[in-house]
């Protein structure tokens, strides 16, 4: 096995219901985490994370990519005008960005925190 490779082809992650830390404003969203890989100094996380209709408040602290695979959603920074995401769309958000998360149809994403 490689110190720099991790392959993820056996990963079996265990589901973590309801652990996002982002304050929810609207709707009932419910979310599960599918988290596939942690970096030895936990400063990197990667998975797939599934989220319910509703609406958080977030400030994100980390770079954030994500490809999603399923749903709609609504991103509002603060300030700015609102970004429709859906199925296929593959972004990265930016350490700093405030604002609203608004999942209009369940989603599902591969996402990486670094």
């Given at each position: 096995?490689?110190?720099?490779?991790?392959v993820?082809?056996?990963?079996?992650?265990?589901?973590?219901?309801?652990?996002?830390?982002?304050k929810?404003?609207?709707?009932?969203p419910?979310?599960?985490?599918l988290?596939?890989y942690?970096?030895?100094?936990?400063?990197k996380?990667?998975?797939?994370?599934?989220?319910?209709?509703?609406?958080?408040?977030?400030?994100?602290e980390?770079?954030?990519?994500?490809?999603?695979?399923?749903?709609?959603?609504?991103?509002?920074p603060?300030?700015?005008?609102?970004?429709?995401?859906?199925?296929?769309?593959?972004?990265?958000?930016?350490p700093?960005?405030k604002?609203?998360?608004?999942?209009?149809?369940?989603?599902?994403k591969?996402?990486?925190?670094?």
């Open positions: 096995m490689s110190d720099f490779i991790t993820l082809r056996e990963t079996c992650p265990v589901p973590v219901v309801d652990a996002t830390k982002w929810r404003i609207g709707g009932d419910h979310t599960v985490n988290n596939a942690l970096s030895k100094d936990g400063s996380i990667m998975g797939t994370w599934i989220c319910t209709p509703g609406k958080f408040e977030v400030n994100y980390k770079w954030e990519f994500c490809h999603f695979l399923d749903g709609y959603c609504i991103i509002t603060e300030g700015e005008q609102p970004i429709h995401l859906k199925a296929g769309d593959v972004f990265v958000i930016e700093g960005m604002g609203t998360w608004e999942v209009v149809e369940t989603v599902r591969y996402f990486v925190f670094a």
